[in-house]
């Protein structure tokens, strides 16, 4: 069984910074790609960033040149530093993991953490 947590979240101020953090335990061989995504109120979730094994990155346009994700493989960690928030940032951010759990075959199951909230506002 695999499990993900998140931390990190918060109310912080616009133009205000986070960092959030997410840490995948249990029975892994190895992780393929880990993700932010996030859900406001009303709407659906999106992709905010991810980031392979081999450390290559992808950001959604909204938060390009803001956030930045990265990743500890020893940790199974990933972090995600947040500048210049804005309200619209305003979500509950949730991680997932795309684990491998057996060594003698590539499958691999996607996990999900419970979210973190954030919340931008004056």
Do not use: H
Not at 21 to 47: D, F, H
Not at 88 to 111: I, K, L, M
């Amino acid at each position: 069984q695999v499990q993900v947590v998140e931390s990190g979240g918060g109310l912080v101020q616009p133009g205000g910074s986070l960092r959030l953090s997410c840490a995948a335990s249990g029975t892994i061989v190895s992780i393929k790609v880990m993700s932010w995504y996030r859900q406001a109120p009303g709407n659906l979730r999106e992709l905010v960033a991810e980031i392979g094994s081999d450390g290559s990155t992808n950001y959604a346009d909204s938060v390009k040149g803001r956030f930045t994700i990265s990743r500890d493989n020893a940790k199974n960690t990933i972090y995600l530093q947040m500048n210049g928030l804005k309200l619209e940032d305003t979500a509950v951010y949730y991680c997932y993991a795309d684990v491998r759990t057996r060594a003698w075959t590539s499958d691999s199951a996607v996990y999900r953490g419970q979210g973190t909230p954030v919340t931008v506002s004056s």
